[in-house]
């Protein structure tokens, strides 16, 4: 089994990617939503993903941006992912024609939030399938508004058969992030409030904590 991959996010100052990268994660990410208390505009994200070497990943989250937006993102940062946290279709998602992530909002029972097609929710499994050209899903609590509610969702109703590679996310942090990865096993591992001072302020101390936690979880699984 691979080590498991540590994407720290919503990251706005340059200390704290200098920090994060020290900490060891394999990939930052940077809030392109305006109504985030983490968002930074797409020069900004420039600004700060140029701090960072190669073979760790920029990561720029969207949600619900015009065609426009994301043609401009692609642009600005032809070497990140494209993370897409709202409402997209697959067909938005694609058009961006670059790798990318789909976020997956878990609710009650193991259903992802899901307005398209007039279905209010749908089953993982099927969440997977109409976005298999994603590189991951990335599973995150349901709350309102989208992401960064720091919010932790049952690991148990993920089933075992996703066919595509999984990213943890919501509500992780340096005490429950070991038990995330034994539990799940995913391909990577989220996080941002967890290893946060204040929104947008990331804690040194915290993320080395949570790389730790997670290299833990790794050796205990034998990687």
């Known amino acids: 089994?691979?080590?498991?991959?540590?994407?720290?996010?919503?990251?706005?100052?340059?200390?704290?990617?200098?920090?994060?990268?020290?900490?060891?994660?394999?990939a930052l990410g940077f809030v392109l939503y305006p109504?985030?208390?983490?968002?930074?505009?797409?020069?900004?994200?420039?600004?700060?993903?140029?701090?960072m070497p190669p073979f760790v990943t920029p990561?720029?989250?969207?949600?619900?941006?015009?065609?426009?937006?994301?043609r401009l993102a692609t642009e600005a940062l032809p070497q990140a992912l494209?993370?897409?946290?709202?409402?997209e279709t697959p067909a938005q998602c694609e058009a961006a024609g670059v790798p990318y992530l789909r976020a997956a909002r878990m609710g009650p029972d193991?259903?992802?939030?899901?307005?398209?097609?007039?279905?209010?929710?749908?089953?993982l499994l099927d969440f997977a399938q109409l976005f298999s050209s994603a590189q991951a899903l990335l599973l995150d609590a349901h709350v309102e508004g989208f992401g960064g509610g720091g919010k932790v969702f049952d690991w148990s109703q993920i089933p075992p058969s996703v066919p595509l590679p999984?990213?943890?996310?919501?509500?992780?942090?340096?005490?429950?992030v070991t038990d995330g990865v034994l539990s799940v096993r995913p391909w990577a591992v989220d996080v941002s409030t967890g290893v946060e001072i204040s929104k947008g302020v990331k804690s040194g101390p915290l993320m080395r904590r949570f790389c730790k936690a997670v290299r833990e979880a790794d050796d205990r699984l034998g990687t």
């Open 1 to 26: 089994m691979p080590r498991t991959r540590i994407k720290i996010c919503g990251l706005t100052r340059e200390a704290d990617v200098d920090e994060a990268l020290e900490a060891g994660a394999d």
């Open 35 to 51: 109504k985030s208390a983490r968002h930074v505009t797409l020069a900004r994200a420039a600004e700060l993903a140029a701090r």
């Open 59 to 70: 990561v720029l989250l969207l949600v619900n941006a015009s065609p426009h937006d994301v």
């Open 82 to 87: 494209l993370q897409f946290h709202g409402d």
């Open 110 to 123: 193991g259903l992802v939030a899901h307005p398209h097609e007039g279905r209010a929710q749908t089953a």
């Open 166 to 176: 999984v990213v943890l996310s919501g509500g992780l942090n340096p005490a429950n």
